[in-house]
């Protein structure tokens, strides 16, 4: 089972891939990235926001 463990921005998205391709890249079921990625933003007073235009920036396309 060969695993690519490039982060990149997944083509199952929502608004850009980027919780998707962080799930794809941990390992873990996207449903909780997103949820976590959630409660994260809210109680950092929404600076997730500024972190995933940065990651849709930068993350490259799957």
């Known amino acids: 089972m060969s695993a690519d463990k490039n982060l990149k921005r997944s083509s199952d998205r929502v608004v850009a891939g980027v919780c998707a391709g962080l799930a794809k890249w941990l390992g873990w079921d996207v449903s909780l990235v997103r949820v ?3 409660l994260a ?5 929404f600076s997730g926001l500024i972190v ?3 990651l849709w920036i930068v993350m490259p396309q799957e």
């Open 52 to 54: 995933y235009i940065v």
């Open 36 to 38: 976590l990625y959630v």
């Open 41 to 45: 933003t809210i109680f950092t007073a």
